[in-house]
């Protein structure tokens, strides 16, 4: 799985989670707001990450 898949994947359950916490019971609502905002949080680290890793890789390729 590249990372392109993987950031996809992460904001689609962080989307699906934060749906799921509009419509549970009031008690588990902050449980998956936190864990909404955890995989938001990853996904931009991915993201991030992979960014620095391709661009060192393709510094590294032209040298």
Same mark, same amino acid.
């Not at 991915?46 to 990450?49: L, M, T």
């Given at each position: 799985?590249n990372?392109?898949? +993987? +950031? %996809?994947?992460?904001? @689609?359950?962080?989307? =699906?989670?934060?749906?799921? $916490?509009?419509?549970?019971?009031?008690? @588990?609502?902050?449980?998956?707001?936190?864990?909404? =905002?955890?995989? /938001?949080?990853?996904? $931009?680290i991915?993201? #991030? #990450?992979g960014?620095?890793? %391709? =661009?060192?890789?393709? =510094?590294? /390729? #032209?040298?």
């Open positions: 799985m990372l392109r898949e +993987v +950031v %996809r994947t992460l904001r @689609f359950e962080r989307r =699906r989670v934060l749906a799921l $916490s509009r419509v549970c019971d009031p008690v @588990f609502a902050k449980d998956y707001e936190r864990t909404a =905002r955890a995989l /938001g949080i990853a996904a $931009s991915v993201e #991030q #990450q960014d620095k890793h %391709r =661009r060192k890789d393709s =510094r590294n /390729g #032209q040298t």
